[in-house]
Structure formats: structure tokens, C-alpha cells
């Protein structure tokens, strides 16, 4: 039981953060400085937690190459949340979820030719079925722009980014688990976003951070790191092809309602199929 409470506390967190990245954007807040201290936050905690659990093994610098690693996902995750967050506003809450979520058929394709595991039925039908959502999620508001990018590529480009971040913990899981924890892995990753979002910044112009944007950025540090955790304590007692699902349609579904009652969010009877599709999909995936 305590571990489906875990499975829902994961959700709760990651709709948590889809709400705070739709009122950065509603209040006009600069994204990528809110997201910059949001990661500062998630790695001090991350960090934290990890020092409770291990001790002084927390502070040994790992290897270069994988600080390089955990530089390269912390730039997926940074970019990933800086789309999601233009695109939760634009495109709205559920489909966003949505197509981020379809995102496992990125480390799918990486288990299956990276480290030879095997597809099953389910997971070519899962696989085929993606494309599908995909192309039913697409808003057909072909002239709604943010900046340069059409909100419809908004979608692709969270969907890439995602995968890629999710595939890099697949990557820790085969490769560098026995050597680093999660929660010092995920306060590595945290570090090289904050690094890179400090970098990217002071390159703009304006203050480096308002308050509004601290306090928006360390309100988002928290349930953005723990939607993780709480996800690796329930994978301690629940497998994965219960828990990846379930979490994943738990967001969809929770995020789509969030949208629609409280943001008020458009979805089109052919995006609610998207949807369907979509947590159809995910269940096949796995």
C-alpha cells in the first residue's frame, strides 16, 4: 500500500510542477531564470537527502566522464523544461503531459538496440500506436506562434527531450548505478542544469533573478525533484511495468482535468482521442 502512495505522491509532484511552469507563464515570468533557480534548489536538496542516506560518500567527485554525462542531461532537462513549460501554456496542460509521457518509446528503442533487449507484440503495437496520438495531439492552429516556433513543434520538441532525458537514466541504470546513487546522480544532473541555466543567463541581459522568480523557482525545486524520488521508492517494491504506466496515465489524466477545470483549457474532441491514444500507448509500452 505504502508503495501506490508513493506512485501517487510522484504524480501529485509532477502536476504540481505543471501548474507552477503555467503561472510562470501566466504572471510573464522569464522562464529560464526561474528554471535556473529551480534546479539550484532540487540539487542542495537532492544533495541533502543523498548526505542523510550515504554519508560522506556523497562528496567524492565522480569520474570526468561522468560529470560530463550529468552536464549533458542537465542540458536536456533544462531545454526540456523550458519547452514544456512554452508549451503547457500554449498547447495546454494535458496534451503537453501527453506527449512528454510517449516519450518512454525513446529509452524503449534504446534498450532494445543499445543493450539487445527484445520488443514484444505489446510494444510494436505500443510503439505504432504513438505516432497516432502524436497526430491527433497536434492542434491544427497552424499560425500560433511563440517566437519563431510553431506551438505544434512544441510538442515534438518535449517529446525528443524528454526521451532523451529519460534514456540517460536508463544509461545510469546499466552503467554507472553501482558506482553513484540516485539521489547524488540526480544532484549531479540538477547541478550541470543550474550551471548551464547561470551561464545562459548572464549572457541576457537583466538581473540575473527578480524575486518573483526565486521564490517561483524555489517553489518548483521541491516537487520537481521528489516527483523522481518518490518514483525510485516505489520502484523498490512495485516493478516497473506496473509503475511506469501507472504514473504516466496517472499524469495524463491528472494533468488533462487540472488543465480543463482550473486553467480552462481547450482540448478538441480529436486531441481527448489524442489522449486515449496516448495512455493506450503508454500502457503497451511497458
Known amino acids: 500500500m505504502a508503495y501506490l502512495l508513493y506512485l501517487l505522491l510522484s504524480s501529485v509532484c509532477a502536476l504540481v510542477v505543471a501548474h507552477l511552469l503555467k503561472h510562470t507563464e501566466v504572471k510573464k515570468l522569464r522562464t529560464l531564470n526561474t528554471l535556473t533557480v529551480n534546479y539550484l534548489v532540487a540539487a542542495l536538496v537532492a544533495f541533502l537527502v543523498g548526505f542523510s542516506e550515504t554519508g560522506s560518500q556523497l562528496f567524492r567527485l565522480p569520474v570526468y566522464y561522468v560529470l560530463l554525462f550529468c552536464m549533458a542531461v542537465g542540458f536536456f532537462f533544462i531545454s526540456n523544461f523550458m519547452a514544456y513549460s512554452k508549451s503547457v501554456h500554449a498547447n495546454g496542460m494535458g496534451i503537453s503531459i501527453a506527449a512528454m509521457r510517449l516519450s518512454l518509446l ?7 538496440y543499445v543493450y539487445g533487449e527484445s520488443l514484444e507484440w505489446h510494444q510494436v503495437t505500443g510503439i505504432i500506436l504513438v505516432f497516432g496520438a502524436f497526430l491527433l ?5 497552424k499560425s500560433l506562434k511563440i517566437g519563431n516556433i510553431n506551438v505544434s513543434w512544441l510538442l515534438l520538441i518535449v517529446f525528443l527531450l524528454t526521451g532523451f532525458a529519460d534514456a540517460s537514466l536508463k544509461i ?6 553501482r558506482s553513484l546513487n ?10 550541470g542544469a543550474f550551471c548551464i541555466g547561470v551561464l545562459l543567463s548572464v549572457l541576457r ?6 524575486r518573483q522568480e526565486a521564490k ?4 518548483l525545486g521541491i516537487p520537481n525533484l521528489y516527483s523522481a524520488v518518490f518514483l525510485i521508492y516505489a520502484l523498490e517494491g512495485i516493478s ?18 487540472l488543465g480543463v477545470l482550473l486553467w480552462k483549457d481547450e482540448v478538441t474532441v480529436r486531441q481527448w482521442g ?13
Request: charge should be negative.
Open 137 to 141: 495531439l497536434v492542434p491544427l492552429k
Open 205 to 210: 541581459q537583466g538581473p540575473m533573478f527578480t
Open 106 to 112: 525513446v529509452p524503449v528503442l534504446l534498450s532494445v
Open 182 to 191: 540516485e539521489l547524488t546522480f540526480m544532484g549531479w544532473i540538477y547541478s
Open 216 to 219: 517561483m523557482g524555489a517553489l
Open 274 to 286: 489524442g489522449i486515449a491514444v496516448a495512455i493506450t500507448a503508454i500502457v503497451l509500452l511497458v
Open 240 to 257: 516497473g511495468a506496473i509503475a511506469f504506466p501507472v504514473v504516466n496515465i496517472l499524469n495524463v489524466l491528472g494533468g488533462t482535468l
Open 172 to 177: 545510469y541504470n546499466e552503467e554507472l548505478s
